[in-house]
């Protein structure tokens, strides 16, 4: 069984040609209320891929919750590991969408901020678990606890960057990081932001995403070998979910029993597609678009 804890948000989401400069405002070519989360994001591109998933989360009592669980429950995601916060909304993120594609994220945690770590529960030895950043450290480190304890395998994507305790790294099977994550993480280790020198510090599998040139991943899930996919050649019109699209479908094929390097690929392709449409969750397409893509490689 697939599991994934982390955050439920509410993605308000602006297209403008360019983001604002300090003092400047600029009007919004649109705006749309979306379901979103790093947290949920992952879950429902892991069921869009075919597994069998369970969300750990936290919404609040507003009318933004039922919006912001409406793609996981499409999905056919077990939602009952969610929860409710009465004090505080759900939590929401302001993104603006630059016509290159590229896009700035503002977060307030909402009830994203009421979780703990007795909230995850079932988890069994071999189980998946998959965490973000999006949720508070003393959670991470008691969530991640817990599945070691279990016996499950712990994925963990270290984003948004944020220092995570040494201990709590080491438990994680697979770190997975994008180059600005890997430098952060490289910074605090002493050593050097790629993925073999990354995994040698801390002694587990570490994969770096690498945007336009694919992703690496060293460790002893690579048998001590350096594996690189490259990614589809495409011209991206919104990259909002590409990253939480690559993580949910990597999962989804270490889950059901895929090496790695074929999860990367699959994982580089669904993340592509994703870039090719606008939205957050609305852009993650499901496992017959992906085996449907025809692409070239930047090899």
Known sequence: ???????????????????????????????RRMAGGKGANQAVAAARAGAGLRMFGMVGHDDGASLALANLRAAGADVSGVGTADSVPTGTAIVMVEDSGENRILIDEGANGCLTADMLTGLGARDWL????????????GVVARAAAAGAHVLLNLAPAASVDRATLEQVRLLVVNETEAQFLASSLGC????????????????????????????????????????????????????????????????????????????????????????????????????????????
């Open 1 to 31: 069984m697939l599991n994934v804890f982390g955050s439920i948000n509410l993605d308000i989401i602006c297209d403008t040609q360019r983001v604002p400069g300090p003092g400047e405002t600029l009007a919004a070519r649109s705006m």
């Open 130 to 141: 998959v965490l973000q950043l999006e949720v508070p450290a003393d959670v991470t480190r």
């Open 192 to 299: 050097a932001p790629d993925a073999r020198a990354l995994s040698g510090a801390l002694g587990n599998t570490v994969l770096r995403t690498l945007g336009a040139e694919g992703a690496e991943a060293f460790g002893p899930m690579t048998a001590g070998q350096t594996v690189s996919v490259p990614s589809p050649r495409i011209r991206p019109r919104d990259t909002t979910a590409a990253g939480d699209t690559f993580i949910g479908y990597l999962a989804a094929a270490l889950e059901g029993g895929v090496s790695l390097p074929d999860a990367m690929a699959r994982a580089a392709r669904a993340a592509a597609l994703t870039c090719l449409s606008a939205g957050s969750q609305d852009s993650i397409p499901d496992a017959h678009a992906v085996d449907a893509a025809d692409f070239e490689l930047n090899a």
